[in-house]
């Protein structure tokens, strides 16, 4: 008898074999490992997908790296002078002479000076070859102010020159001081991002979960802080500074400065992460057992946007560099014989002298990386650790 068509699109196919209770699809290594790991080690994974960001990393932790070490990696010593070649233009590396290889080497220069500009003019010779050292004996420095030392990674050769970015207007080497400012430009941003984040969590973390006055209170105050100008306000509160502090008393007074200022942002985005956190099951739950605003605030409400306070911190840091390049780029920062790239640019205010010299602004270049390797981390960073991207 044959079965119509209805009857076949009922019928149900059904495992012969009997139901095994215990039986269960086995994961791969690689499933195992992805659901038992832990949220930052998700993060960190979708990090490394984002390959702007990722990269950004690499060279941020080079260059915080190089803070231990620029004494090492600087040509010369930071206040080394070579009053013989003053504003010298950059020197080419260059690898063959006459058609043979000889390894890193600079041409030596003649001196003379342009009599209607009377400018300095500095003429590669040919037949002065002056090879560079490397792991080599060069300029004395104490190492963090602990012992003395003259070990560098790259030294000029014996009684020639190493000028690969120039010197300035008192003949110092402008790479070597380009090094020895990266310690206090990128120090900076991390000791002011300390004070700014410190206030932002503490005001924004009271406002967000106490609301009610103490809300309304911590609301006014940010915005009497963010509708006064920025850059007029910083040159205000660095201006007050006593030029009688000595350059480590400066240094703190700007970071504290910067820090004072910029704590605003990071204050609202905590209070607004409190307010909707803090009527959550699981906080409710610690309010009932005794557990103290603090507590809960610290070890139940913080954690759970943890990862947005880090891309926070990482788009912050850059605005504390910038701010502390503007003032020392206006003379009202920090002042020789601090060394910073703001105290570099300050030499590059004169139109007349970037256009003779103008390799004499060439400290915004580091200060350019850094920016947009901050901005590109904390863009990788958010998207990492938003759940809702794969």
Known sequence: MRRNNNDKRNEHFVDAAPFNPWDREELTPEQEKYFLASQWQLIWWRLKRHRLAYVSLIILVLMYASVFIVEILAPYAQETRNSEYIHHQPQAIHLFHDGSFVGPFTYGTDFSINMETLKPIYTPSDSRVEKIRFFCSGDPYEFWGLFEADFHVMCPAEDGTLFLLGTDRLGRDMLSRMIYGARVSLTIGLVGIVVSFTLGILIGGAAGYYGGWVDASAQRLIE??????EIPLWMALSAALPVT???????????????????????????SKLLSLREEDYALAARLMGAKPKRIIARHLLPNFASHLIASVTLSVPNMILGETALSFLGLGLRAPVTSWGVLLNEAQNINAVAVYPWLMLPVVPVVIVVLAFNFLGDGLRDAADPYKN
Do not use: C
């Open 224 to 229: 009497v802080i963010r509708s006064m100008p």
């Open 245 to 271: 502090w000595s350059p480590i008393l400066i240094y703190f007074g700007i970071t504290i400065i910067l820090g004072l200022i910029d704590w605003t942002g990071l204050a609202r985005a905590v209070r």
